[in-house]
């Protein structure tokens, strides 16, 4: 038997219970059965080969706040593509292995995501990727070699002159490092590991399915962005935390595992031996690893249901301890059945929100419901029927029609709610009526026509059990055009207020149309060909008008972009003066790029503060680091220090001072610390070397930019 409970916190979250969940929920093992018409291949290794089948693969991609991303770049069994701006992509009638399909997501500034999923023959195979930021979280010198340490005593150790780039050749400059924990104990573990189902190849090329104790994400880059490796025969140490709840039963050494992208399994490599509250372990290449107990899988089917006992759409995730999440599934749109390999031989929990409402839980989302059922041990391939689990509260139903122009069609329609959850509707009906939707909750509607047409819309769902009528959408502007963008606050979407466009019209006098903006702070308004139209765009932060003009194209957009309420204050002076290496008293002033290259990055897991100065010709730029977020002298360490840029056709020169480098000696004084918004400000000088030895003297170094964000 299974058992149903609810669990409670004051800090982040009420979860209720209704006691006649019982009545729905059956504890027996019941006959397998395969959600939404897929292939289930009971008892069948998931990494054989199989026969090919034909799906149509809908792909999500949102980044760890759950706002979509476009510009994707995705690939899955040879078809490639790039999602829209609701951050969707289709494979239509993709062929793929009929046992396990894999999905790639790409894109400058975020570590690949992968994801896989038991594909449906003939249908529609829905898959959701998180991407996460991929920022510097450290710089050493490569030719001294030095580490990477988190607040969790996480590490990695690079010894020195033990990196190449991609040609092989050895690499002696300054490394920028990204490196990032998945904590498995945490709620957000199962949409972001790698590969989504755990899966992996032994070094006997059995497959098992795996128990994660904890991963590191590193990427290593040059001065250039260019991708840095360990050097053949060459090794690095890493030391990976273990979370408290599972301290206790972490094995004395454990396999490492790295993540294969190509494949989207792990690949089992060396070990890793536990020290204290540690696992410890030497690599030779960099990609995601893990530290992981192999398990044989077994499998979890259940169907969800509303209040009123019919099927429903739905998020199911998969925890291996306590309340954190090692996968996460969908429940099928038509008959509410979802299913999902786990490992065996562990107890285990499967967690359902309410609809749209995806971990981690964020604030405000405090008293939206959550189900829990605990599952026993399972042994090696049994296929587990938790029956049926009733989503709290009753939902609500959605109903539409859009007037689309001759020979136009739906594409899809988005459903998004303010805490990260997505609902995506490949090519519905003109007419559509859709349940399962959340009650009383703001969500933000996004539709899209196959000749390009896009609508944004912010709507309020009704009462439990009640049906919102949005009547008639018409998308049928045949004679107009369209202009778009995004309100925002720094990196907070500003969904309140209102976007209005004005024009002269020579009947009408003056046109005005209206939106506001969604949960993502986007807005989309229809307006008239070759006119001048003032847009003016309103919100708690205050109001920016700017003037547009159409071009004589219909169905074209005007894009305004994102559009920023909180730049803060401009930048001030940035600049230094260089002596040595054929430099005499040399003033060097920048001319400021705009963010993202010159920025202020505060990362609380190093306790540091990055401050990124580009020039607009890219020719000249320097990266400070430095301990803290507050003003005065910085003292120095190996994780703190200075790199000055200069580059000269293709060719770059780096000049460092600090990062445990000898003969250096870095001086950084913050005279400015500004919150989120404003900005930081400070002195800079010593004595620097150069790649080849070379040493300079900087002097009168200041930097002012922009803060941010913090990591």
């Known amino acids: 038997m299974f058992t149903i409970y609810p669990m409670h916190s004051t800090r982040r979250f009420v979860v209720y ?22 292939n289930p291949n009971t008892g069948e290794d998931p990494l054989k080969p199989a026969a090919d089948i034909t799906t149509t693969l809908i792909v999500q991609v949102v980044d760890e706040n759950g706002h979509a991303l476009n510009g994707v770049n995705i690939s899955a069994h040879g078809e490639s593509g790039t999602t829209s701006q609701a951050g969707t992509y289709e494979f239509i009638n993709i062929s793929v292995p009929g046992n396990r399909c894999v999905v790639l997501a790409e894109k400058d500034g975020y570590f690949e995501a992968t994801r896989a999923e038991t594909p449906a023959v003939k249908g529609n195979t829905q898959m959701r990727l998180v991407m996460m930021s991929k920022t510097t979280t450290h710089i050493i010198s490569a030719a001294a070699g030095g580490k990477a340490a988190l607040a969790n005593g996480s590490e990695v150790q690079l010894p020195a002159n033990a990196l190449v780039d991609a040609s092989g050749d050895p690499y002696a400059g300054a490394v920028n490092m990204c490196v990032r924990y998945l904590d498995p104990s945490k709620p957000d573990f199962g949409m972001l ?63 490492l595992w ?33 530290c992981d107990a192999p398990q ?33 599934t969908d429940s099928d749109e038509s008959d509410g059945k979802f299913r999902q390999r786990v490992p065996a031989n562990i107890s285990l929990t499967v967690v359902v929100y309410d609809p749209l409402y995806i971990a981690p839980l964020l604030p405000g989302e405090q008293g939206k419901g959550k189900l829990i059922v605990i599952v026993p041990p399972l042994s090696p391939g049994q296929v587990y029927d938790v029956g049926k689990l009733q989503i709290f509260p009753c939902l609500s139903t959605i109903k539409a029609s859009f007037k689309l122009k001759s020979l136009d069609r739906l594409q899809y329609l988005v ?31 996004t539709a899209r026509t196959e000749g390009g047409i896009s609508l944004i819309k912010s709507i309020e769902t009704p009462a439990a059990g009640a049906t919102l009528d949005l009547g008639v959408i018409d998308l049928s502007n045949i004679n107009g055009a369209y202009i778009i963008g995004k309100v925002v606050c720094g990196n907070q979407p500003l969904s309140s207020g209102q976007v209005s466009a004005t024009w002269p019209d020579a009947a009408a006098g003056t046109k005005i149309e209206y939106d506001i903006p969604g949960a993502d702070g986007s807005f989309s308004i229809a307006v008239d060909l070759n006119k001048t139209i003032e847009v003016k765009m309103s919100t708690e932060k205050g109001t920016i008008t700017k ?10 957009v005007v894009d305004l972009g994102t559009i920023d309420f909180c730049s803060g ?67 120095v360490s190996d994780d703190t220090g200075i790199l000055v840029q200069m580059k000269s056709g293709t060719t770059v020169t780096n000049y460092m001072s600090g990062f445990g480098i000898e003969g250096t000696a870095p001086q950084i004084t913050i005279t400015r610390y500004d919150a989120v918004g404003g900005l930081v400000e400070g002195t800079f000088q010593g004595s620097f070397v150069r790649d080849n030895g070379a040493k300079v003297t900087v002097s009168s170094g200041k930097f002012s930019v922009i803060r941010h964000t913090d990591l």
């Open 296 to 328: 044989d899988a077994a499998t979890i089917i259940g169907t969800l249901v509303d209040c009123n006992g019919d099927p429903t759409w739905g998020h199911i995730e998969f925890g291996q301890v306590g309340e954190d999440v090692g996968s996460t």
């Open 415 to 445: 459903f998004e709610s303010a805490f990260g959850g997505q609902r995506y509707i490949s090519e519905p009906e003109s007419n559509f009526q859709l349940k399962g939707f959340p009650p009383n909750t703001t969500l933000t509607l």
């Open 17 to 38: 219970f209704l006691l006649f969940a019982f009545c729905l929920v059956s504890g027996s093992c019941k006959k397998d059965h395969s959600p939404g018409g897929g």
């Open 258 to 290: 790295y993540f294969n992208e190509e494949k989207g399994i792990w690949i089992e490599e060396g070990t890793a031996a536990k020290q204290g509250d540690k696992y410890i372990g030497t690599v030779r290449h960099f990609t995601d690893w893990n």
């Open 193 to 255: 590991v790698p590969g989504g189902d755990m899966l992996a190849q032994r070094t006997d090329e059995s497959t098992s399915i795996l128990y994660s104790y904890g991963i590191l994400r590193v990427k290593l880059t040059g001065n250039s962005g260019e991708d840095l490796q360990v050097a053949p025969g060459k090794s690095a140490t890493i030391v990976m935390d273990i979370p408290d709840k599972q301290l206790a039963t972490a094995p004395s050494t454990i396999p």
């Open 547 to 556: 003037t547009i003009t159409t071009s004589n194209i219909a169905g074209s």
């Open 569 to 635: 204050p401009e930048p001030r002076e940035n600049s230094f003066v260089i002596s040595g290496d054929g430099y005499s008293s040399a003033l060097k002033t920048i001319n400021l790029r705009g963010y993202p290259q010159s920025t202020s990055i505060y990362t609380s897991s190093a306790n540091l503060t990055y401050v990124s100065v580009f020039d607009v010709t890219d020719n000249i730029r320097f990266t400070l680091a430095f301990s803290g977020k507050s003003t005065g002298a910085v003292s």
